[in-house]
């Protein structure tokens, strides 16, 4: 296959960063690095731009460590929360990943992470808590502390009894029904009761 070479005009993961010299398939050039505006052909007149391709890529790399440096500072102070649910023996059902990780963080904290950044020696299992490896930048690293706790178990609520300790049958209005008063049979205060032989004759 025949090979040609380019100076790069932007990154390329895989491939190199602006300003690099790279070899690559002459169709690979041609087709596709070349039309897009990601390469020019190496030639004594492109060697000319060399040293703003470099200044440029000078100016954006001190751009992603100064971010990823700020980031790196704001997630070591973050405890991110992960809730799972648990089997009656307290055994996760199914485990927390870098994706996992991920989607956390831009749901509770809106930081968009690269899953790639978070490095985990494997899934995580079991309920604990974990210092998580960020790889931000090639200078850049830091911990986040991540704890994986298992879900509340859903609450029922209880009934409301009526009289005697069941619930109030509801009225025709869809209200529930009152329980009826009781009267008391002792008379009024300060009023003297009287028998129906006591009470005047009309």
């Not at 296959?1 to 300003?19: D, H, P, Q, R, Y």
């Not at 954006?60 to 973050?78: D, K």
């Not at 494997?122 to 210092?131: A, G, N, V």
Request: charged share 30%; with cysteine; hydrophobic share 40%.
């Amino acid at each position: 296959m025949a090979k040609t070479e380019v100076i790069l005009t932007s990154n390329i993961v895989g491939l190199g960063a602006e300003s690099d010299q790279v070899k690559v398939a002459a169709g690979y050039a041609r087709n596709f690095l070349i039309p897009n505006g990601l390469a020019i052909p190496l030639s004594a007149t492109n060697k000319r731009r060399l040293e703003v391709l470099r200044q440029r890529r000078a100016e954006r790399e001190a751009h992603e460590l100064n971010t990823m440096s700020e980031l790196a500072a704001s997630l070591s102070r973050i405890v991110l929360k992960i809730t799972v649910k648990t089997g009656a023996d307290g055994k996760m059902f199914g485990a927390v990943t870098a994706g996992t990780i991920a989607d956390e963080l831009k749901h509770q904290c809106d930081v968009t992470l690269d899953r790639r950044k978070i490095h985990l020696d494997q899934p995580i299992r079991t309920l604990d808590t974990y210092e998580v490896d960020l790889r931000l930048h090639a200078d850049v690293h830091a911990k986040l502390k991540v704890v994986v706790q298992a879900a509340a178990p859903a609450e029922v609520p209880e009934a409301a009894p009526g009289a005697e300790g069941k619930p109030a049958a509801p009225a025709a209005d869809g209200k529930p029904a009152r329980a009826p008063r009781e009267r008391s049979a002792a008379p009024r205060e300060g009023r003297p009761s009287r028998s129906r032989a006591e009470r005047p004759k009309a």
